[in-house]
């Protein structure tokens, strides 16, 4: 970060403002009650001179000298004025509208007035959005929105993933992720956004506001509108750093317990197996052996994390400009797995009389150092995260020579694992990815109030990966080394044309219309090379001709879509509202007999606040009915799936040793497959009391999911096992709140209160012709031939339902085992699983629903306490009724391979009757034998002191006119979490979010973190 330095101190001496013949005008903007109005913006009427009120509502501008100069004053939530500038000091009082009510909304293809909206539309609280830094744009929606669930599902740096549920899990087989809009372009990827460019954040939630969408808004629409120029010229600047560590480590065994328990684990293997093995380690070595290493702690670091951004604003009223400089820098809290990257945002807008041309764009770009931290590790594949926790405490990172010890031991009764240090630390895995974005728009006002729009955009990734495993690493042993190379290429472009007609008649009638047509094409190849054998080292994987070529792999798929809209929005008398949508979506993606597909929506609200028996009710100052109906598509289906595929095969032909490489048909063609299709009703209330100061929203809403995209079984005298079909059909119900308030306003103290609060009930309605589906992935690691899932799909029951076994116990005696009559080999210390079936034996008969996936409710809560310069801000979040998969446990504790364990299970295993019946005999692997059983699925409920930031408004503003804002603050992030959950982190999910059906499951997942960050931020 230092570098940044030296370029920023030429940025600011370049910032001088350039001298003519001008007044300098101060003065102070207030609300009616006397408190500062920070933020507020003053700019002169017709003139470029512009300024931001610091936070005590002072400012000071340069106007230029006119016979009658004037400055335009606005904030939001209050009127905008005007007034003469004088050279005496002013004092400047704004009127508050009805608070935040004449807040502007971004919707589908427009804007309009909060008041003004009929369907469920949240927005992100920016007000804050300052005082709380986030590294990533994703997580300024965590626990901000009713029904809104955000699940920071893998930590990693610069593959941070983050699901995010929009009323609910709405497919099986597609995905439930919500369509992504920036500056108007739609399928944005918002990764790579930098949050100190972000002006707003919008979330349409029901069928009434996504219906604009079509087949992309079953699963909601985040629409994020980033920073444009103002007029005047301004400069901010924000700087952090700090460090960021893990908040939690397995209490593995050390040295001297792991030789404990390797006797005691071939003591009791000789006796089951009436042998008579000696231990690798005499009780006397044990003694001797101490701590020894901690493999977390070798693999594990305090890592530093920097972050700079600068914005630039200016311009005349006639032509305005953004630019925004953003570099971040995260070590990673596992060694090697180091994260940079760099974005240049710049936005601008031209007003040429009746035509405002404006320009979106960025550039990021972002290398990522990835250990393998992977879902499948272990064996022969490794885990950085995971062999650290596995590997034996008695061997030491290095030996005698200096050189790292190369395998686990001592085999066979420790399974072998390479050396997680050796592995991080010469190891290569490097990502790269360079994203250019570029939206463009020409708006032409025909007549009054008729404005002509069309719309160009490109959204262009080149990533790739390069890899390289040395030759003297274990996991080399068995290919020589490798090394590979892959690239990917993402291409996007979009056409929007639009024309919208928004006038009002007589103060009685008001009408916004919009129409138009898009099109918009997507284009993805790859290429992917590898080689093992490595005849050196040296060229790591520049140079794949040093080793034995591996079968090149390579691929192209590209899909379009074409569709047609219309929306009108009719306003009675300010009260009574009406919206009514309609989209046509053609889909290169469906059959054949169903290219298109039509998405109409309703929506009425009644404003009841303006009617005169409730004007009577002074308490009252917002009330608002609303409900709508409407139905929405989901195309995210992937491409092809309903034409005939093929697949390489390679064979022998005529005896040649040179195999024959030929297709075949992999699956039967469905030219009548279309999109999902899901009708949603919303009925909602918004609540206004004593001018806005406390404020409610709250919603019921129902979604159906029907034509549900379904493998159905059928004969496999067809040659196949299934086929994909529109089959099936899902529900999501509930209840969400937020509440706002304004607990003390005086002009030195402040405290507000955000909460929101969300249920959903999900349950599976239909399945077509199939009884029931198992879904759900197991770790390949764990289960490397399972022919069974963790979960199951059954009528009635919410998709993310555990599948397994119910633990009921240990076995305790020869005896009891004999007396239950059950005809499973256990022996004493095994697990007791139920036999549900009553025929004494434990099999797939005797499996059940062991738990649920999905949270019962889900909340957040921010408080921000303001005492003279001070500000507390502290946000907290969390879930409940949630179940969690952790099948780190069959490792370690009991029922697997023969690594490290927990240090409990030395004292707290049985060891004989009545000596546990929770946690079975150390030699014992039936757990593992069974699958899925309800002893690994563990509560995922917790609460999180999420973020807690304290800043302080330095005076300089008050003592020179160059800084017009100016704060420190300090800042922990992920402060504190109550859970009973025994893993790292209970916000978790190995898999990604494009595995719709593999949810809360825990297997080595890159673990959460504590931040601690130091900051300043300036403005000019």
Known sequence: MPKLFFPLLLLLCAYVPLQAQTIKVTGTVVSATGHPVSGATIHQKGGSAGAIAADDGSFSIDVRRTKNPILIVTAIGYESTEIKAEETPLKIVLKETSKGLEDVVVVGYGTTRKKDLTGAVASVPMRDADKVPVIGTDQMLEGQV?????????????????????????????????????????????????????????????????????????????????????VGRSLTIEAYTGEQQVTKEYKMMNAQQYGNFLITLQTQQNQLNNTNIPPPYTQAQVNAMGAGTNWQNQIFRVAPVSNMSVGLSGGTEDSKYYLGLNYFDQQGIIIGSDYKRGIVHFNLDQYMGKVHVAVSSQASYGYQDAPTVNTSGGGTTPSVLWDAVRFSPILPVRDSTGAYTYVNGPGPIVSPIGNPVAYANEAQDGNYGLRAFTNVFADYELLRGLHLRSTFGVDYLNGGERKFVPTDLYVAAANGGSASQSSTQNYTWLNENTITYDREFNRIHAINVVGGFTFQHWYQKSFSEGITNLSTNAEGSNNLGVGTPGTPASSYQDNVLSSYFGRLNYRLMDKYLFTFTMRADGSSRFGANNKWGYFPSGAFAWRLSEEPFIRRIKKISDLKLRTSYGVTGNQEIGDYQSLSAYSNNAYSLGGTPTPVVGISPSNIPNPSLSWESTAAFDAGLDLGLWNNRVTFTGDFYYKKTSNLLLNVSIPQTSGYSSILENSGAVQNEGFEFGINSRNIETHKVKWSTYLNFSTNRNKVLSLGSNQQIYAGDLSSSIFPSATFKSGILLVGKPIGSFYGYVFNGIWQTSQQIAESGTKQAVQPGDPIYKDLNGDSLINGSDRTIIGHALPKFTYGMTNTITYGRFTLNVFIQGVYGNNIFDENLYEVQNGSNNFNRL??????????????????????????????????????????????????????????????????????????????????????????????????????????????????????
């Open 146 to 230: 009713p029904g809104v669930q955000v699940t920071q599902s893998q930590s990693q740096p610069g593959g941070t993933v983050f699901s995010i549920r929009i009323r609910g899990t709405n497919s099986i087989n597609s995905s439930s992720e919500p369509l992504y809009v920036v500056d108007g372009f739609a399928g944005a990827d918002i990764t790579t956004i930098n949050p100190s460019d972000v002006q707003s954040i919008d979330i349409l939630k029901d069928a009434s506001a996504t219906a604009i969408y079509g087949s992309r808004g079953a699963n909601g629409v985040v629409i994020i509108t980033t920073r444009r120029g103002r």
């Open 903 to 1020: 240090a409990y299970i030395g004292t707290e295993s049985w060891t004989g009757p009545g000596t546990s019946n929770t946690l079975p005999r150390v030699s014992s692997v039936l757990r593992r034998s069974m699958g899925v059983t309800s002893d690994v699925i563990k509560n995922g409920s917790y609460l999180r002191f999420k973020t807690v930031t304290l800043s302080y408004e330095l005076p300089l503003p008050k003592m020179t006119a160059v800084f017009k804002s100016a704060s420190v603050y300090a800042t922990v992030q992920n402060l504190a979490t109550i859970t009973s959950y025994p893993g790292y982190d209970p916000e978790v999910n190995s898999f990604p979010t494009s595995n719709a059906l593999s949810l809360g499951t825990d297997y080595n997942a890159y673990p959460n973190y504590r931040t601690y960050l130091v900051g300043v931020r300036f403005g000019f």
